[in-house]
């Protein structure tokens, strides 16, 4: 599996005092680094991460209560949960928050979208051929 990152893959002219970005992180995975990366790059003061490894019971968190934030980091496949923080936040009056996309990466031996689920998958399939 790939996981090393291209610095170049990495915004460099763009930052914002308070980046946000969440998700379920049960097994970190190199499309989890480069998110983190990628938030880490773009945000000058203040980081938040929500993270959860079982069932997402607020989907939103702080990203629709916090005034102070600027920018939320997404990937290709939560780009609408991205444009439904905005949604939430333009109910509540809250400015929108500007959204950086991050590419997804792939799984080296299979091609399809690296994802924990996807690691599990590979890890059954890799017990069963095991005597």
Known sequence: MKNSLELETLPT?????????GGTFDRLHGGHH??????????TKRLVVGVC?????NCYG???????LDAIVVSKE???????VNEKRAEKGLPQLKLEVVDLLS???????????LLRKLEAEKAKQQP
């Open 13 to 21: 002219k763009k930052s914002y005092e308070s980046v946000v970005l």
């Open 107 to 117: 799984e080296e031996s299979t091609g399809e979208k690296l994802s924990s689920t």
């Open 62 to 68: 702080p990203s629709i209560t916090d005034e102070n």
């Open 53 to 57: 490894d079982g069932p997402m019971l």
């Open 78 to 84: 939560t780009l609408p949960g991205g444009l439904s």
């Open 34 to 43: 480069l998110l983190l990366k990628t938030s880490a790059a773009l945000a």
